[in-house]
């Protein structure tokens, strides 16, 4: 039996992730094993994430994993930020290395080593590159899916003739992730700018796309980052303008990761099991058959050739196991549709079917049955569902003390913010929440959460993981 | 230009690499970056790869790219192998690690580690499960695509109930790798049993496909390994099978690496640059627009979306470089397919094609062409001219004196052999050739090429990347 949410949802968490085959414990500390159902999912992502960037002009290639040590210190934001968590090789082949080498944390560094011997002339720009590849950040309390050791992403990175350029792109990768995110992980996400003490090491600013988890706690899915010419000055990125002088280029680089798919689970997931939007979803489709005998397990066989299944990732359970032991497992596995056939059904020409997300059971005739249409359905309805949960748990507060008292209990906190990162600090110290970031569009005004001093910005509040 | 094959073929291939944009050399030692136009084809390969063998009924997963000492050791001729090509993480987080960690040389020991903690039953088995990721082994001659200290490729690793049934899977992974050379790539292998003394650290044997590179020199290119229970008892995997009886699984695995993609440009490049088989070229056609005004260009325009190219991989050059210069360029890429569309062509409803691999033009209507009969031909054609290398470079030959001047001037050596790793070690020695594979068809008998005893094998000889 999975612990109830309500009971202990950390636990409730990591029961799940185990129980659905979605990943294991590694022997190695903090490295986590993704198993095949969890890797499918990931497959699913990378396959419709690919092809939106593709249609952005970004093109994939592969960097070195090692960054030499010197590389990694020519900025100085980037080392403070990154170096505490670095894993380094210091040996290789028998032999002592003469500079250490870190893996990959992010690679900018090794990446933008190569951008200043590729661009050379406005021609080349923009540029725009991206791998799908392994991180290694040492993380003290690791946590499946969430936050590992290893973990597996993709990191986009371009280059641009002016200031103008990067801002646009900046802002065009976190549409992606957030259009990325409803269309097909059906989670309402909140995006906007991170404060300065969030952003990246390394940035001039940082956006991100923020999720709302069933327990009322905040997890960051995506983010996109506008570099300016930091790292073109510490990489010597320059280009020849059209009027043939030496400029520096403007960059982003932005990324998401296997963390998404923690956001998946924590978003949707119930008592039952995880709740799989169709179009990332394994399996679409499982159906079991109901039967007593091989003359009715044969009936339903055939019936099963006739279903209008084109299309769909689909499994028929045929296993030994009883309906109802399927039947759980399958919800815990989060597959949106089960259909049930039995001889009843078959007789009567109908399918018993049943949505993971209402967890309804409705009988059909086979006649009317349109798997694309119930699967559309149930992906629809799973972003509406997300969209109410953000809707009902996000409060508007203009009372410290109110402040207070609802951030315990959990939800988005909507309060006006005087920019002074002493009262972000202060806040994050008396109540645990951050500032998880800042809406592009502001109207109104008010005064400071924390100090009272008079402010136009609104901010989102929340614990986060 | 580009160096010509016959005045320096390692000079014409690195040039080659560098040239066509397929890779670059990165700052760190040893390890090259694969830009787009390379990784562009590992991700056609990977993609028709992968269907093949989820068709075997493997699933993708990902286990870490760290190996803790303890285990890399737990195998005695694997640990014996590999040690001295590792790279190892000794600090992590600011903090002396208590157990070195290996970057994975390859992941035998990781995830059967897992393994043993997944597999109870003969429920369980056969087990099936392979990976897509980054490797690292310490070269000390690193060379682009052949030899690097970080590549990519996949490893399928599976266990089964039986002995024979782990043989069969080694040899259907073989067939998979030849089929894939052949099929995709247009490159005729040969296929057989590598000798003790070059197999997999750790394996009962080793299958390997080997291809013939045009400088008379042979690449392994894919090779599949029979573990017996070598891995199954120091991991200590066991399975409960069906009396009940506890008893070792019986091991495989085999890979595939970004290696393959420098068999493909050393087994198909000329002088002019790659020929790239279509199944797996990025570009499949190049459009080149000839003409000297707007007006020209916007009736070649018009006459260009008139043609047939759905599902075709293409690209309209319309860059400010003369038509000669783009040929050049194209050819060097080795894109299959050229047409040139000047405004003679446009008049008489025509087309000038030119194809890579022969480089020769034609001039076909408009009505008669069919883009995927010519590329279906050009994929065949790849392969033919595949064939005929191998036959033409194949000796057979019982003769040692002569053997040494064959083996001298390239190609392959068919040689019976007795069977002694003593002649083979003192062939190695005066000719610098070594056992390719022992194909698995005999049927002659004759006289070891060194020794002259009796011998039932014949074997390959050849020089080898």
Not at 11 to 32: I, Q, T
Not at 165 to 170: D, P, Y
Not at 218 to 232: I, P
């Amino acid at each position: 039996m999975l612990t109830k949410q309500s009971q202990d949802f950390a636990k409730w968490y990591n029961e799940l992730v185990l129980k659905a085959d979605l990943a294991d414990y590694s022997s190695v500390r903090g490295c986590m094993v993704i198993k095949p159902y969890g890797y499918a999912i990931w497959e699913n992502i990378q396959k419709e994430f690919d092809k939106k960037i593709k249609e952005l002009g970004v093109k994939n290639a592969y960097f070195p994993l090692f960054i030499p040590e010197s590389f990694l210190k020519k900025e100085a934001e980037h080392v403070k930020g990154f170096a505490p968590e670095v894993a380094w090789v210091t040996h290789g082949g028998n032999k002592k290395l003469k500079e250490r080498l870190a893996i990959r944390p992010t690679s900018e560094t090794i990446i933008y080593d190569m951008f200043s011997k590729w661009i050379q002339s406005y021609r080349d720009l923009p540029f725009k590159i991206n791998q799908w590849v392994n991180i290694v950040r040492w993380e003290m309390r690791p946590r499946l899916f969430l936050r590992t050791l290893e973990f597996l992403w993709q990191e986009g990175h371009t280059a641009h003739e002016t200031e103008k350029e990067a801002e646009i792109m900046t802002k065009k990768a976190l549409d992606i992730y957030q259009d990325f995110a409803q269309e097909y992980l059906g989670i309402s996400v909140i995006s906007g700018k991170k404060t300065d003490s969030e952003k990246f090491a390394g940035a001039n600013y940082t956006l991100s796309i923020e999720a709302l988890m069933k327990d009322g706690k905040v997890l960051q899915m995506g983010t996109s980052h506008n570099l300016g010419q930091n790292f073109a000055k510490a990489f010597n990125i320059k280009f020849l303008d059209k009027q043939e002088k030496q400029k520096y280029v403007w960059q982003t680089s932005w990324g998401v990761s296997t963390r998404m798919i923690g956001g998946l689970i924590m978003a949707h997931g119930d008592d039952k099991g995880l709740i799989l939007p169709p179009k990332i979803a394994p399996y679409q489709t499982v159906i079991i058959p109901i039967c007593k005998n091989a003359k009715e397990k044969n009936l339903i066989k055939s019936y099963i050739s006739k279903l209008e299944l084109k299309d769909v990732r689909f499994e028929v359970d045929w296993s030994d196991q009883t309906p109802g032991w399927k039947f759980n497992e399958w919800e815990l596995k989060g597959v949106p549709l089960r259909i049930e056939i039995g001889p009843k059904e078959v007789k009567e020409k109908k399918l018993t079917i049943v949505s993971r997300d209402s967890l309804k059971r409705e009988v059909i005739s086979l006649k009317s049955f349109d798997v694309n249409k119930i699967l559309e359905d149930i992906q629809k309805r799973i972003l509406d569902n997300s969209k109410k949960f953000v809707k009902n748990n996000t409060f508007i507060i203009n009372n410290f003390s109110e402040f207070k008292k609802i951030i315990n209990k959990g939800g988005l906190v909507k309060s006006f913010w005087c920019g002074n990162s002493k009262c972000e600090e202060k806040i994050k110290q008396e109540t645990k929440a951050t500032i998880r970031s800042i809406p592009f569009k502001q109207s109104e005004s008010g005064k400071c959460i924390k100090c009272g001093n008079v402010s136009k910005t609104q901010v989102f509040f929340a614990k986060a993981y």
